[in-house]
């Protein structure tokens, strides 16, 4: 099998040769090629480039040119954001302040906007000279978590008990906005949707189903495969969450961090849901040996594969900082203890 064909395989229910690899590699592609953090979210080619040799340097099977995109997308609707050359963008003023503030955001003509047009044209490039024999995926922040990229977090925080009635209308513009990403991600030639939910443990169960649950078949109607991914010690949120996950048309796997151990997610989901992760890329991808790594993929995938469908993956995004050969380790992980 390519790795598309991996990929595929356990999207579909069905067994591939050996357990799919989805790095999240987002920025490290371009790190390891010597590029700045303006060149790699302003260089279309130059990233895809980037991306294209990482892919072949490592042999994962997922591509995606930013696994955390929410500042173009932030931008492209009126945010202000700084672009340092050496350290990661952030948004420095935000849109929404006040209910009148939300009319001022529209679904932006994202093939227009220089930041998010970089990652649609990357996209397309990775599409165009890979997508026969890779899967190729799209990521961009949910409907809770863009929306706290949209407003300030105090005012967001604050508002969801003084006007709730303002939050909601704030996390709809969010899905709007999330949702017309994922339609160009589609035009760019992405087979998968990544939903990426960083804040969630700042919030309720509660709030997870108000805001996340209730909005994520807007999102997964839009490409065939979709995964959500979700941030920190969220066990009890997805506890609660779990059978309206399951619901979610089109919605086939969780992706989730070290702070999830495999076994709790297994018996949480059971063969209800695909799952995938859980690699510690803060501490051991970064700072662990390759036999480290190797042992920990070794005991997810063990854990993993009593799920209903599992793939390898760090529990976010693969940082700049991660050394070449504990990417390699990781990889190389699958192959060594995920053959079927």
């Not at 709030?207 to 997964?220: F, R």
Request: hydrophobic share 40%.
């Amino acid at each position: 099998m390519n790795s598309r064909e991996r990929v595929l395989a356990v999207l579909e229910g069905r067994k591939p040769d050996h357990v799919p690899v989805v790095p999240q590699a987002g920025d490290h592609a371009g790190f390891i090629e010597g590029m700045n953090f303006e060149e790699i979210y302003h260089d279309a080619d130059k990233i895809a480039d980037a991306h294209i040799k990482a892919y072949e340097k490592y042999g994962y099977d997922v591509l995606a040119i930013q696994v955390e995109p929410s500042w173009p997308v932030a931008e492209s609707c009126g945010c202000s954001v700084t672009y340092p050359p050496d350290k990661c963008p952030w948004i420095t003023a935000n849109i929404i302040e006040k209910p009148a503030d939300i009319d001022k955001v529209k679904v932006p003509d994202f093939w227009s906007h220089p930041a998010t047009a970089t990652i649609l044209n990357a996209t397309r490039k990775l599409s165009d000279t890979l997508g026969s024999e890779a899967m190729v995926a799209g990521y961009m922040t949910g409907p809770l978590t863009f929306a706290l990229q949209l407003m300030p977090y105090n005012n967001f925080i604050m508002g969801t008990r003084k006007d709730p009635a303002f939050i909601e209308a704030v996390v709809q513009k969010a899905t709007d906005v999330a949702r017309g990403f994922a339609q160009a991600y589609k035009e760019a030639g992405a087979e998968m949707f990544v939903i990426c939910e960083h804040d969630l443990q700042m919030f309720s169960p509660k709030t997870g189903m108000e805001t996340i649950v209730a909005n994520l078949p807007k999102l997964t109607e839009v490409l065939p495969y979709n995964v959500l991914h979700a941030c920190g010690a969220i066990a009890q949120h997805l506890t609660i969450m779990a059978d309206g996950l399951c619901a979610v048309p089109n919605l086939q796997f969780i992706n989730f961090s070290h702070n999830i151990p495999m076994e709790e997610m297994v018996s949480i989901f059971g063969d209800r849901m695909g799952l995938c992760g859980n690699i510690d890329h803060i501490h051991l991808l970064t700072a662990g040996t390759p036999e480290e790594i190797q042992e920990s993929c070794k005991k997810a995938i063990t854990a993993g594969n009593k799920a209903k469908a599992f793939m390898l993956s760090p529990g976010c995004e693969i940082t700049t900082d991660t050394p070449e050969a504990n990417v390699k380790a990781f990889v190389e992980a699958a192959s060594l203890y995920g053959s079927y």
